[in-house]
């Protein structure tokens, strides 16, 4: 079946420093994929997404590309603020669409000023 | 639009009493979801619908009904609370077509003593 497997956290940077949280995937065909980011006591909110192989997601400084290849779907920013910090979620999506979206455990992210 | 909204924001349960979680969108979505979130846990889906009058079983149904007799209302129901369903409750909603994104509520925090 689908999964999605992200890297463990917590993670703790200092601001400015460069963020990467991986993400790889199992799924047949080409999946939809999504990186979700909750911020302490709200719901998930939509960061990015990609639905197909090269494309990249990008928003409020954060990057990822959907690489078919090595299917992974790496989460990027180049220098991150403290108010980035939060707890991110990889996902994918079935090609057809009509099942739950399959989620990662989530990755804590702590930024440090 | 409001989006997705869950009522109560907050509820502490007797062991044995039994509530009603209400999650209601307003964007026309097919596709409701229940999940729970538990500490290091990441999201565990409950119960999903793919269109008014249907319910599905997701990863961790045990404990747990729910209904949807109206497109834009998924109520979840716990007849006899337990602690172990201590845990923050999230609804979210999707379109029938597309790419699945996910549109989520702000949570209840369910405390069973």
């Known amino acids: 079946g689908n999964s999605v497997t992200q890297m463990e956290g917590p993670v703790t940077l200092s601001e400015e420093a460069f963020l990467t949280i991986n993400c790889t995937y199992t799924?047949?065909?080409?999946?939809?994929l999504f990186w979700y980011v909750q911020y302490p006591g709200e719901g998930l909110q939509l960061l990015l997404k990609?639905?197909?192989?090269?494309d990249k997601g990008s928003n409020k400084g954060f990057e990822a590309t959907y690489r078919k290849e090595t299917t992974s779907f790496h989460l990027e920013k180049g220098s991150v603020q403290v108010s980035d910090s939060a707890v991110y979620f990889c996902?994918?999506?079935?090609?057809?669409?009509?099942?739950?979206?399959?989620f990662g455990k989530g990755t804590r992210l702590s930024v440090i000023a | 639009n409001a989006g997705v909204t869950q009522t109560p924001k907050f509820r502490v349960l007797k062991t044995g009493q039994s509530m009603t979680l209400l999650c209601a969108q307003d964007?026309?979505?097919?596709?409701m979801y229940w999940y729970r979130q538990d500490p290091g846990m990441g999201l565990r889906l409950i119960h999903y619908?793919?269109?008014?009058?249907?319910?599905a079983k997701g990863e961790v149904p045990d404990g747990y009904n729910v209904s949807r007799l109206k497109k834009q209302n998924f109520l979840l129901g716990l007849e006899s609370a337990a602690p172990s369903q201590t845990s923050v409750y999230f609804c979210?909603?999707?379109?029938?077509?597309?790419?699945?994104?996910?549109?989520f509520g702000p949570g209840t925090r369910l405390t069973v003593t």
């Open positions: 979210a909603s999707s379109r029938l077509a597309g790419d699945n994104e996910q549109y």
């Open positions: 799924a047949t065909g080409y999946p939809s």
């Open positions: 990609a639905t197909k192989a090269d």
């Open positions: 996902a994918l999506s079935d090609i057809a669409g009509n099942t739950p979206l399959v």
């Open positions: 964007m026309n979505h097919e596709y």
């Open positions: 619908s793919v269109g008014e009058g249907t319910t």
